[in-house]
């Protein structure tokens, strides 16, 4: 296997921390979004979107998108188990690791890209332009704090995200959280369950990647 | 089990489809969506996030987001698979599953709810106010259209969106071209691999769920 990277940005780091859970080390090869290197021939013949991260498998075939990826290295390293042990517990696992990327880590990539002025006409990520909407940055934001108090609330309740073990689902919110600094989002101290949470799980080896 | 389901609404077809494939009979329950029903505190206290599918378990667990529910029922339910048979199919399933809901539902829900003259200020489902960005519902058909137009290419090479096989890929792309009328942007007759694979797939039986 070989890992495409780019140390800098969010979704390969959501990877890099399930591959430390796991202690498995592969090939790295870090993509240098910065000079548009995920637009060139050679990356758009891995991934056609242009986005990191990709896994190659051994047989030369390209997985993208953050879940696969994770459920791809879950099924053939399944010690430990990051995205549940029974079919109840995987589906909660990949609820809240959904609602993390749809309520969470969407919003601030909103929020981020929609503002930024390096990304002006590169809203979203991908090979085709699209100018930035100041609105969906300001709704970006809006929607991350609220969801944020949701979790708060959560996490008054139960230990990890998903319940009584550490998932997947804490790797994403953790990701989003460090994130979040960049989206002109900030976590409010005032969550005391949320920061609770964030202290135990963001203290944890695997985060360090 | 019990399965909380409206009858008009994209979302939920994708679980009703993939309980059809799988020959599953549940008890289902209609939330009506269009009186706000899922708004009140009955619904609320089973999906805080005021959206339909939920699936509830015997032990009395909800579980919402489509992808989750449908693993769930793929795990307990193993035949026939709609999720991949070994970790490369899961994972490629998983992939295209993904790339279609962020490449090709959400710029199509995005088109619909910003466009919408009952939804002003219901622009996202949920029950926080979000007020219409009519630039977000011209950004989401331009996306879904050029979407459209990779997997026409991608639908020349393969017979299925991940494959040699039927998988809940089909039943997401389905649901979303289908929702596409709705959201003022139909699918071209140009696009002939893609409506190749539209009339082998929605002619199924289980497509009418």
């Known amino acids: 296997m070989k890992f495409y990277d780019c140390a800098t940005a969010p979704s390969p780091r959501r990877v890099r ?28 013949s891995i991934n056609p979107d242009c986005t990191v991260p990709v896994l190659e498998l051994d047989d030369g075939r390209h997985l993208s998108e ?12 399944p010690d430990p188990p990051l995205m549940g042990r ?9 609820m809240w690791n959904s609602k993390l990327e749809w309520q ?35 709704r970006g934001s809006k929607r991350a704090l609220s969801f944020l108090g949701k979790l708060d609330a959560h996490l008054a309740k139960v230990e990890y995200l998903a319940g009584k073990r550490f998932s997947i689902a804490d790797i994403t919110a953790v990701v989003a959280v460090d994130f ?12 005391i369950h949320f920061n609770r949470w964030y202290q135990q799980v963001s203290a944890r080896k695997s985060m360090g990647a």
Chains 1, 2 share one sequence.
């Open 180 to 191: 979040a600094a960049w989206s002109k989002t900030p976590v409010s101290d005032e969550l």
């Open 17 to 44: 921390i399930f591959l430390a859970e796991k202690s498995i080390e592969i090939p790295i090869v870090q993509v240098n979004l910065a000079s548009g290197e995920q637009f060139g021939d050679a990356f758009r």
């Open 86 to 94: 029974d079919a109840a517990e995987t589906a909660t696992v990949t």
């Open 66 to 77: 953050v879940f696969a990826i994770c459920q791809y290295l879950e099924l053939v390293y």
């Open 104 to 138: 969470l880590l969407a919003p601030l990539a909103d929020a981020f890209r929609n503002r930024a002025r390096g990304l002006k006409d590169r809203a979203l990520p991908g090979p085709e332009p699209y100018e930035q909407i100041p609105q969906l940055a300001e």
